[in-house]
């Protein structure tokens, strides 16, 4: 089963363009001010994709 994603208008955490359409994509975490909800636009959730496929293949090169 996929999970339903949420689309709201709102700030891009990564970019800081505001009033786009952002997905939550998991908590954020500070030590000195708690947590808060991470948004990112469509791009920028592009972006995070191809950094974490390029983590993967890079961790599995190696092994």
């Not at 500070?30 to 972006?47: F, K, N, V, W």
């Amino acid at each position: 089963m996929t999970a339903r994603r949420t689309w709201m208008i709102g700030l891009c955490w990564k970019c800081e363009e505001d009033d786009l359409p952002v997905l939550w994509v998991g908590p954020a975490h500070s030590d000195h001010h708690g947590h808060a909800p991470l948004y990112t636009c469509e791009p920028c959730i592009q972006r995070i994709e191809a950094l974490i496929a390029d983590h993967a293949a890079r961790r599995y090169a190696a092994t």
